[in-house]
Each structure stands twice: as C-alpha cells, then as structure tokens.
C-alpha cells in the first residue's frame, strides 16, 4: 500500500495513475472500516491515515481522512479513567496493534488524542488554500468543541482546543483573503487561482504540519 500510495503521488498529476487516487482511497477507507474504532487496533490505522494525507497532499485533491480521527477521540476509553501499566513506552508506528500491558492505557491514549491532531492538521493543511476552507471545517469544528467537552484529561483537551484556534484563526485569514479577492463559484478562474494568495509563510496549519513532520 506504501508502494502504490508513493507512485500515485508521484505520477499523478502527469499519468494515467490519476484514475487510481479514487478506487485506492476507497480500498484505504475499506480496510479502515474493517475493526469497530478502538484503541487496540490504533496503531495499524496510524499507517492508512498517514499514507491518506500523504498522498491527498501530493495531488492536490480532497481525501476526507478528519472524520477517521474523529472516530479515535469519540472513544469512549478517552472519557473513562485509564488503565495503569508499569511497562515502558513501545513504537506505536512499528506495531499493528496496541500490547496488552498497553491497552486503554495513559500512554496510549495519550499517543492517541497527539496523533489525531497532527493527522486532522495534515488534512487541513491539503485543503488550507482553497476558498472553501471556511465551509469546509464547520462540521469538524463543532465535533471537535463537543469533544473538547467531553474529555476528562486536561492535557487532551487542551491539544484539541488548540487545533480549534488555529483553524478559527486560519479561517479568519481565508475570509479576509476572499474578501480582498471577491469572486462567485461561477468564476472557476478565479477559485482555482485563489491558492495562489495565501503564501506559505502565513497559513499556520502548513507550519504546524512542518514542525511535526520534521
């Protein structure tokens, strides 16, 4: 899957491999939908979720992997007191599947409500120069405030309550710039040239992206 993520990205944009960024992204999401959401199984869908973002950035078209995260901080395990364990740390990207000693506890979950973030900032990072960017993220606005509400660790809720503020704050950016740069969506012209007046040097969620990718 690695392989074919790396060569529809690659060649995308220049080859007949555009026609297959649809039916892998749905043989992704399949394989994802296979397990009902739990932390046990979080670590293999750490993969999928990153090869998703990797290859949506790569061709420039909107892959939906924010409401796979959503899933993971919707858990329950998240609103719950979590297991103790005495083990030490393991390599969540070298496992498939969380060990025993490991299961629902701090550390995992931890590792959890961390990974979605950065994975929700990825997603957002592929789409943050489109003029839709504000309507897009509503929906994953409020899920995420909801969440927010709903989660006992003060550590978790304070890393989804900075995600919020970075997307209300690039989202803020990207109404001024469509302000500036008036247009209707009749006009593809000009939406697809929107992109080009958000510079890289103030969209915050491609720097927040490059500050955990490094």
Known sequence: LKLWASCIGEYANSSDFKLLIHPFSELCF????????????FPFKVKLIDLLNEMGGRVEQYIPTSGLC???????????????????????????????????????????????????????????????????IIPLLLSLKKISKEMRNKGHRQTILELISKMNEHKDLVVGKRGDNPMAPSQLDKVKAFSGHISDGENILLEAKASFLE
């Open 30 to 41: 399949g394989i994802l939908g296979l397990q009902t959401p739990s932390s046990k199984y």
């Open 70 to 136: 959503l899933e993971f901080l919707q858990l329950e395990e998240l609103t719950n007191k979590p297991k103790k364990t005495s083990d030490k740390p393991y390599d969540y990207f070298l496992s498939i599947k969380v060990p025993k000693t490991h299961d629902r506890s701090f550390l995992t979950l931890n590792f959890m409500v961390k990974y979605c973030s950065e994975a929700i900032t990825h997603f957002l990072s592929n789409n943050s120069k489109s003029a839709g960017f504000p309507e897009m």
